[in-house]
């Protein structure tokens, strides 16, 4: 299966790249193969240059002089960098960081197309760090959606047409006005006592398409006596530049969030997002070599909490009214593998009255969201996707949980196209209705 992104022309090897995997990373891999059943790209192609064991093998091969093929750049853009292998590893290889390293090597030693690198300069230089741009795609996106010309499109056929467009527009996220922007900056009384006061990273494009989540979540902590501060100078967390190999970028960013954050004394800092989560918490690896922020960032990330593990960490508000819906839970990757967070979202679901809880096969199994890689490889990512819902289906669940934006719109479209029309919904959310739910 072709990636989307090839190598037109490889620069000469001469120096190593500035960015690329560490050899000592590399030999942590014992190539015994116990990541391969819990690879996703692996389960469907069971090729051995696409599981992590194939791909770490082709690091090493580039690492000691091999070329920069597109062979190796497809390969590597193939992967969803899901992490699931790090759990199933017993050598403790970080792949995750190998694989974001590989990237970052890919960047530095080849020549994209002029068009390639137009689309990404809008998309990671421009539009995720510019609330004024993503405001306007926003609207553009809301006046797509509420004229009806989405509706029309759909209906009339033309998406056919239009091959792998057609299949991206189906994944398209539904904006939510008004907009969380006009939230930044300002903060947020606790309910009742004050317990905590916690800093709240709202995201990018989670200012647009999740901006009731990000109203929901801010009032959860309300309710659990925290004040909530939105730091006005907060930018996007750069974990979909590192994905995609742009770790110079990536490292802008965490400064900017750092000293947006760090000077507000906070008791943690909040976020609803796995993938950003996992990102935020590894700023310190992000930012090592930098004197200047490697201290400010190791205090940063003794603060990053997800927002399912702090709730859990706390003494929970029990004011909770009655949530009467059979609910099935979606492990985030990169809460379950990135931030080995995997109790704290079933206790607060079972804490729920009136919810059942029914657990998935295979929850820890990639969705196929992945950041954007379900826009890059939506044939893989419809595939995963497909066998995901499989499993949701067995389970019988009117809900399907989760913990991170891109994974519920990943979900949306598999109970549109595989599913029984379940309802897709953040466990935060599910909290807030279950306060809003409370009579006493």
Excluded at 74 to 93: D, K, N, Y
Excluded at 252 to 262: E, G, K, Y
Aim: glycine share 10%.
């Amino acid at each position: 299966m072709a990636g989307s992104t090839t190598a037109s022309e490889s620069k000469p090897l001469q120096d190593p790249p500035a960015e690329g995997p560490r050899q000592w990373d590399l030999d942590r891999c014992v190539h015994c193969g116990l990541c391969l059943n819990a690879c996703p790209t692996y389960r469907v192609l069971g090729l051995e240059m696409d599981s992590p064991r194939g791909r770490i093998y082709q690091m090493v091969q580039v690492s000691e002089g091999a070329p920069v093929t597109p062979s190796y750049v497809e390969h590597i853009g193939l992967c969803l960098a899901c992490r699931a292998c790090e759990t199933a590893c017993p050598s403790g290889v970080q792949y995750g960081r190998l694989v974001e390293a590989a990237r970052a090597g890919i960047e530095s030693r080849v020549e994209r197309g002029v068009l390639d690198r137009c689309f990404r300069h809008l998309i990671f230089g421009r539009l995720l760090t510019s609330h004024g741009l993503l405001t306007v795609a926003g609207a553009l996106l809301w006046f797509y959606q509420a004229s009806g010309l989405q509706g029309l499109v759909r209906s009339s056929g033309l998406l056919r047409w239009f091959g792998k467009l057609g299949d991206l527009e189906a994944l398209a996220p539904t904006a939510e006005p008004p907009f969380f922007f006009g939230k930044i900056g300002k903060t947020y009384p606790a309910e009742g006592a004050r317990r905590y006061r916690v800093a709240f990273l709202a995201g990018c494009i989670a200012n647009i398409c999740f901006a009731r989540l990000n109203e929901a979540t801010v009032r959860v902590l309300q309710k659990n006596g925290c004040e909530v501060v939105i730091p006005g100078e907060q930018t996007c967390c750069g974990a979909l530049h590192v994905h995609s190999g742009l770790k110079e970028e990536a490292r802008v960013l965490a400064r900017r969030n750092i000293d947006a954050v760090l000077p507000g004394n906070f008791d943690a800092v909040i976020t609803n997002a796995a993938g950003c989560g996992s990102t935020l918490k590894e700023y310190h690896e992000l930012l090592e070599h930098d004197g200047a922020y490697a201290g400010k960032a190791r205090r940063f990330v003794a603060l990053m909490k997800d927002v399912n593990e702090f709730l859990a960490s706390i003494e929970l508000n029990r004011n909770l009214g009655p949530v009467n819906a059979t609910v099935t839970y979606q492990d985030s990757c990169h809460l379950a593998h990135g931030q080995r967070v995997r109790i704290p979202p079933r206790q607060l679901l079972r804490g729920v009255p009136g919810l059942v809880f029914r657990e998935m096969p295979l929850s820890d199994l990639c969705c196929g969201s992945a950041g954007i890689y379900n826009v890059v490889q939506n044939e893989m990512a419809t595939e995963i996707l497909r066998r995901k819902m499989d499993m949701v289906n067995a389970t019988g669940a009117e809900v399907i949980a989760t913990a991170n934006p891109g994974c519920l719109l990943q979900l949306q479209a598999g109970t549109r196209l595989f599913g029984r029309k379940q309802r897709v919904a953040h466990v935060v959310e599910i909290l807030d209705e279950a306060y809003r739910n409370y009579k006493g």
